[in-house]
């Protein structure tokens, strides 16, 4: 009989409060999708904090292996650092399996096409993190580094003036050095490759890590509100992501003003409520993998 794995599982109940619902879900059915974890933001702040939660990252993937769970990694474009590898060459031999409407795949941070209204992440413009949506930024307004002085380019001037932008990417050949990449794991960058493997292995839930979590985690194609849309189960690893929110400028107000209580955690928490509240995914934390898996392999 399969070891089942209990979670305790954060959602909104019809007031948008908070429940936590213990869930069993069977590991051998279930895949973490680890997206864009790479240092190739155009935020330095955010590339720095990629390398710092890389250890944490590599822990849970060490221990879904542990426990029995398919490992689908999907970095974007640093991809193509890994091809010829074991990981790449895994994803490429999935028989191939038709996509769920509506087709075809593509690339990018947008919903499939058809269904989301223009002009927005299925009804969630960039900028209003609080009001109508998740993604907390637009070209001119945006802070991931608690700066304490007026928004990132109050006169439109280039983001490349500020230290903290200029040079930002960091190139570490693929994902950062502390994230070990397992013979048995898949890794692409083409969603076709995940969905070939949710179908191929009979995937029921997707747990997903990564970044930035209202963006590319959210709605790259192979993200969680499209493979929401799909049919998939899905929860995200509240303490594995990262947000792109204005840090210490308050997105509740146009234009953002200074407000040091508006913080990375508060924009994260703000966003993760949205997914709840609106049923596409539940949220856990990091521990409830790795603690059953040292206590089935201790």
């Not at 001119?140 to 983001?159: E, F, M, Y």
């Not at 050949?173 to 692409?188: K, R, T």
């Not at 747990?207 to 192979?222: D, E, S």
């Amino acid at each position: 009989m399969t070891h089942r794995l209990g979670l305790d599982v954060r959602r909104r109940d019809a007031q948008g409060d908070a429940v936590y619902q213990a869930e069993l879900i069977d590991p051998v059915r279930t895949a973490l999708v680890v997206v864009d974890w790479t240092g190739v933001s155009d935020c330095k702040t955010t590339n720095i904090l990629a390398r710092q939660y890389a250890p944490l990252l590599n822990e849970t993937l060490v221990a879904a292996r542990r426990l029995g769970m398919k490992v689908m990694l999907m970095p974007g474009s640093a991809s193509k650092y890994y091809a010829g590898s074991l990981a790449s060459n895994n994803a490429l031999a999935l028989p191939h399996h038709a996509p769920p409407p509506p087709p075809p795949w593509s690339d990018g941070c947008d919903p499939w096409p058809g269904w989301a209204p223009a002009g927005s992440y299925g009804g969630m413009p960039y900028y209003d993190l609080t009001r109508n949506g998740i993604a907390a930024y637009s070209a001119n307004q945006i802070c991931n580094c608690a700066r304490t002085g007026h928004p990132v380019n109050p006169t439109d001037q280039a983001w490349d003036d500020y230290p903290c932008r200029s040079g930002a990417y960091i190139d570490w050949s693929g994902m950062p050095p502390e994230i070990a990449v397992d013979a048995g794991d898949y890794l692409s960058e083409d969603p076709q490759h995940l969905w070939n493997m949710v179908r191929e292995h009979g995937i029921e839930h997707l747990v997903y890590a990564g970044a930035y979590t209202n963006v590319c985690l959210a709605f790259r194609y192979f993200g969680v509100w499209n493979l929401w849309h799909a049919g998939m189960n899905i929860i995200v690893v509240r303490d594995l992501t990262l947000p792109l929110v204005p840090v210490n400028f308050d997105p509740y107000l146009k234009p953002p003003v200074y407000d040091a209580r508006f913080s990375r955690e508060a924009g994260l928490e703000k966003i993760l409520e949205f997914t709840e509240r609106h049923g596409v995914a539940g949220t856990i934390t990091r521990d409830q993998i790795t603690g059953q898996a040292g206590r089935q392999h201790g």
